[in-house]
């Protein structure tokens, strides 16, 4: 089941809080003691970030799967998000900078640190408008400058929240590669807490049994897959590589919207619910696949009609980058998150793991 952490970070007690829960994951993701405190200390950095710098922010720690989830023993990273509606960052690349602070009292480790102690890592911040940072520790000890672990193509990545803060979300998103095809599901459990956590983790375990189905094909297994479950909704976006042609189906209230160089435009899923009212029809929409193409998956806890991100530098950056800038923009202290939500986000290959592109 999907398990979520997720702190408030508005005075110097809840870094603590921070630390104690990357501990928890990487407990969960069966790292070794090296790593843990690898994840411990981008952590408490990213949390002491936000009370220096941004007065406060929130920190997601989530499992994710590893860059290339072929088969069942794919690993599973420990992703620590920082987001906050700060003043953002002047000079990022000399915030990088490893050693580097703008405070006095800093920890002395710095973002440099991060960026060499985690498997990936990357930052993405914009005057007045706020800093999203993103690190994903492994087993493995990462390598500074060596070539990305992560297959050449499309890159895939997402952040997942729980609403009011629970301890497992009914949302979950994965992906699976099978030759040329990259398929990504998004499901919402009906509901929240842990049936809902069910629903939607039998649909991603079912889904390594499905990598060559098309779309629709792969909705009617899962439905058969959910019936002992309460159900739920679920997207499947199927990027077929060697045609250049990105395939979508959907049933139930998941969103989609894919950025061409036309502006964005929505991908349409069907009413129903997938283990319990599967429609009669699952119309397969078709789309090409280009350079600057960029796919946003959501739940419904994101509202409807969220604003799409107007940065044109922001595809460049890690995926899970971009959904958590899709969450932060789509709410606010006056306007909180109303669900279970998960952002999943297809990005073309740019080869932009911090440790090719960060200074």
Same mark, same amino acid.
């Given at each position: 089941m999907t398990r979520v952490w997720d702190i408030p970070v508005h005075d110097s007690t809840r870094v603590r809080d921070v630390r104690v829960a990357a501990e928890a994951a990487c407990a969960e993701a069966g790292l070794g003691a090296p790593r843990t405190a690898a994840a411990a200390l981008v952590a408490t950095e990213l949390a002491t970030n936000l009370l220096k710098h941004a007065d406060g922010g929130r920190m997601v720690i989530n499992l994710v799967e590893g860059p290339d989830p072929t088969n069942e023993t794919a690993d599973r990273l420990v992703q620590i998000v920082s987001?906050?509606?700060? !003043?953002g960052i002047? $000079?990022?690349? /000399?915030? %990088? @900078?490893d050693g580097r602070t703008t405070a006095a009292s800093s920890l002395g480790a710095g973002l440099g640190t991060c960026l060499r102690v985690s498997d990936a890592f990357d930052l993405h911040s914009r005057r007045g408008r706020g800093t999203v940072a993103v690190a994903r520790v492994?087993?493995?000890p990462a390598a500074p400058q060596a070539p990305s672990r992560a297959p050449a193509g499309p890159r895939v990545g997402g952040v997942n929240l729980a609403l009011?803060?629970? /301890?497992?979300?009914?949302?979950?998103?994965?992906? %699976?590669?099978?030759? !040329? #095809?990259?398929?990504?599901? #998004?499901?919402?459990g009906l509901g929240h807490g842990v049936p809902a956590a069910r629903a939607s983790s039998a649909a991603l375990d079912e889904l390594r049994r499905l990598a060559a189905? &098309? &779309?629709?094909? %792969? #909705? @009617?297994?899962?439905? /058969? @897959? #959910? @019936?002992?479950?309460?159900?739920?909704?679920?997207?499947?976006a199927q990027l077929d590589t060697g045609t250049g042609r990105l395939h979508f189906a959907g049933v139930g209230n998941v969103g989609a919207r894919l950025r061409t160089r036309d502006g964005w435009q &929505?991908?349409?899923s069907?009413?129903? %619910?997938?283990?319990?009212?599967?429609?009669?029809?699952?119309?397969?929409?078709?789309? &090409?696949w280009t350079a600057d193409s960029l796919l946003v998956l959501h739940s419904d806890g994101l509202p409807s009609r969220w604003t799409p991100p107007g940065d044109p530098g922001l595809p460049?950056? $890690?995926p899970a980058v971009v959904a958590a800038v899709v969450l932060r923009d789509a709410s606010s202290a006056a306007s909180p998150l109303r669900d279970d939500t998960s952002v999943a986000v297809l990005c073309p290959d740019r080869r932009t793991d911090a440790h090719d592109r960060l200074p």
């Open positions: 987001v906050d509606h700060g !003043p002047g $000079d990022v690349a /000399e915030a %990088i @900078r492994g087993a493995a009011a803060g629970a /301890e497992h979300s009914g949302d979950a998103f994965g992906w %699976i590669r099978s030759g !040329p #095809l990259l398929t990504l599901v #998004l499901a919402d189905l &098309p &779309p629709a094909d %792969i #909705l @009617r297994r899962l439905h /058969e @897959r #959910l @019936r002992h479950t309460r159900g739920g909704a679920v997207a499947v &929505p991908l349409v069907q009413p129903g %619910i997938v283990g319990a009212r599967f429609p009669a029809t699952v119309p397969l929409q078709q789309v &090409p460049a950056h $890690d």
